[in-house]
């Protein structure tokens, strides 16, 4: 009976040794192989923006459950120009995590998708790169790098490749290590897992097909008037990386966009008009061509569809926040300007994220909303792009201005008239007046002193003095931009010590005579009617806090890299001033606007 036990005993020994050492002794590469997937087919899409910067979209078709993280990674080299990066079903946006290492493999850039729980069997992760792999060689030619094959931590049973540009090239010949081909789609079966493929493309297009450009901002405002009339001011600030001179550029517009006017400092530009897609573009023309690192500044101004009057609230239904733009901005900015004397019901505060801010002053109410890295892929994944924005507003402040300003003048015009009585002297009696008109002698000729104290009638503002004083200031911040830019480049040594300090004081020279010629007009403002005063006031305000925030700005900068204060400190005091920088600007850029509406 003892014997029987025995052997059972040893078996039961050693099963339970084996259950615990061979986890430990096993390379990690076979629990690797227990995955409950396998990727059928992945279509690997290379997409080449108007302004140069490329799109690696990627759309992966699996088979079985996936539920925790995938990855999907690029050569290293690729890495480094990685704007942005977004993963997406048809119904869902998911967490992507960029810059991680792809498996146990290095020498690639690597990205983790999270599907917090939900099991996609079809999937897309799209990436955004720089222009820096967009080479320009002269006449239409260009040179593109880019990964032949994503990167992945298995097997894929086929991959289909397309390579795609603003419009067809006339010619491509596409250089990779598994064979030159002259077309823009081929495929490969059975692509290994840990692919590291980096291709060249060279390809003929028509000229102006790719302009290679950093589009640093865009603000873009729209005013609501108290009719309900909606119009917008789109302003681009524009730096060419090309090595040819740039004359055009490609403005995108919403489909609904009528009465276009597209403008830089020089003054208004011919534009042809186009549609493609769901947008208007409008083929720019500029006076003064741009050269390697040069800016400028170009503004749309146009219409939209009214608001509309729903009960007893003004709104703008599914408003689209920015249209489906085929270039790369870095910062864009929309402000919402309702007539004054409105306010703002929806969104409500509580319901804005940290890129909204609603600002309510006085007498007007106004709404913000900041977006990064900007793109048309942005609108490839299912997210909140439009916006529901709705005012009430009582007709009456439409008469609100005129009637303050004419309670105004009535009551100085009181009060001039009561001193004026006050201090008249008493009536001659008649026999006085006898007596000073019969040694009375009349003249003609006024003497020296009187000539110069005679009235001069209230000066007007015209519509030349207001589109003049428009052009000075926007004269005024294109040359600011530049000298920023300037000190930008000669601090990391990109331009000769000589030619910055000539230029600088060129430049300065110039603004002089510009703010000479602002101030004489801001006090020509001052000294008549119509609201301008108001306006001007408003103006120095929103200067002053410019300045302020900028300067700010500057300082922490300039301790951060001193180590005076913390990361964290920083962080959180340089998001504050430059909220008080993009208001400041937004508040510059709409009092602009109505001296504009007042030259229509």
């Known amino acids: 009976m003892n014997s029987v036990k025995r052997p059972n005993a040893f078996l039961l020994i050693l099963a339970f040794s084996l259950l615990v050492i061979l986890p430990v002794a096993l390379p990690a590469g076979v629990s690797a192989q227990t995955s409950t997937y396998t990727i059928e087919r992945i279509d690997h899409s290379v997409q080449v923006m108007y302004s140069g910067h490329v799109v690696i979209l990627d759309t992966i078709h699996i088979s079985g459950q996936i539920s925790d993280g995938f990855m999907i990674g690029l050569p290293y080299q690729y890495g480094l120009e990685v704007l942005k990066g977004i993963?997406?079903?048809?119904?869902?946006?998911?967490?992507?995590?960029?810059?991680?290492?792809?498996?146990?493999?290095?020498?690639?850039?690597?990205?983790?998708?999270?599907?917090?729980g939900y099991t996609p069997s079809v999937f897309s992760v799209a990436l955004v790169l720089s222009n820096k792999l967009v080479t320009e060689q002269g006449s239409g030619v260009f040179s593109l790098d880019f990964p032949a094959y994503p990167s992945l931590t298995q097997n894929v049973g086929t991959c289909s490749v397309t390579v795609t540009f603003p419009s067809n090239p006339a010619s491509i010949t596409i250089s990779k290590d598994d064979g030159n081909i002259e077309e823009a789609a081929y495929s490969k079966t059975n692509l290994a897992a840990y692919t590291y493929a980096p291709a060249n493309a060279a390809i003929q297009v028509s000229t102006g097909t790719i302009q290679l450009t950093t589009i640093a901002s865009l603000n873009r405002q729209i005013n609501i008037?108290?009719?309900?009339?909606?119009?917008?001011s789109d302003s681009y600030r524009l730096i060419s990386n090309s090595t040819s001179l740039m004359s055009t550029f490609l403005i995108t517009l919403p489909?609904?966009?009528?009465?276009?006017?597209?403008?830089?400092?020089?003054?208004?530009?011919?534009?042809?008009?186009?549609?493609?897609?769901?947008?208007?573009?409008?083929?720019?023309?500029?006076?003064?061509?741009l050269s390697n690192g040069q800016s400028t500044v170009l503004t749309a101004q146009y219409d939209l569809p009214g608001a509309t009057l729903q009960g007893a609230s003004y709104t703008l239904g599914n408003f689209k926040l920015f249209p489906d733009f085929g270039y790369f901005v870095n910062q864009a900015t929309i402000t919402f300007m309702p007539p004054e004397g409105a306010t703002i019901v929806t969104p409500k505060v509580s319901e804005l994220d940290s890129s909204s801010t609603l600002t309510r002053q006085t007498y007007q109410d106004s709404l913000a909303v900041s977006k990064n890295s900007l793109s048309y892929v942005d609108y490839l994944a299912p997210q909140q792009n439009t916006l529901q924005l709705s005012f009430n507003y009582n007709p009456v402040w439409a008469s609100f201005r005129p009637t303050f300003w004419a309670s105004v003048l009535a009551v100085v015009a009181c009060i001039a008239v009561f001193?004026?009585?006050?201090?008249?002297?008493?009536?001659?009696?008649?026999?006085?007046?006898?007596?000073?008109?019969?040694?009375?002698?009349?003249?003609?000729?006024?003497?020296?002193?009187?000539?110069?104290?005679?009235?001069?009638?209230?000066?007007r503002v015209s519509a030349d003095n207001i589109r003049e004083f428009i052009d000075a200031y926007e004269d005024k911040k294109q040359l600011n931009a530049e000298l920023k830019s300037m000190d930008a480049k000669a601090q990391k040594g990109r331009i000769p010590r000589r030619q910055y300090k000539v230029q600088r004081n060129a430049i300065e020279i110039r603004l002089e005579g510009i703010n000479r010629n602002i101030e004489r007009?801001?006090?020509?403002?001052?000294?008549?009617?119509?609201?301008?005063?108001?306006?001007?006031?408003?103006?120095?305000?929103a200067e002053v806090d410019l300045v302020e925030a900028e300067e700010n700005i500057k300082n922490l900068e300039a301790r951060q890299s001193k180590g005076e204060i913390s990361l964290e400190f920083y962080k959180k005091s340089i998001g504050d001033y430059q909220k008080q920088r993009d208001k400041a600007e937004s508040a510059i850029n709409g009092i602009l606007l109505r001296l504009r509406e007042k030259i229509r």
């Open 419 to 459: 001193f004026v009585r006050r201090h008249r002297p008493s009536e001659e009696t008649y026999a006085e007046k006898t007596e000073r008109l019969a040694t009375y002698e009349p003249t003609t000729v006024s003497s020296p002193q009187t000539r110069g104290t005679e009235p001069k009638p209230s000066q």
């Open 87 to 116: 993963a997406y079903d048809d119904t869902h946006v998911y967490q992507i995590n960029l810059g991680v290492q792809l498996g146990d493999h290095s020498g690639f850039y690597g990205a983790t998708v999270n599907f917090n």
């Open 521 to 541: 007009t801001k006090k020509t403002f001052m000294g008549t009617t119509g609201g301008y005063g108001d306006l001007v006031k408003q103006l120095d305000l």
């Open 225 to 232: 008037e108290s009719t309900g009339k909606v119009t917008a």
């Open 255 to 289: 489909q609904d966009a009528t009465n276009v006017h597209i403008r830089d400092q020089f003054g208004t530009l011919s534009a042809n008009l186009g549609i493609s897609g769901n947008s208007i573009v409008a083929n720019a023309t500029f006076v003064t061509f």
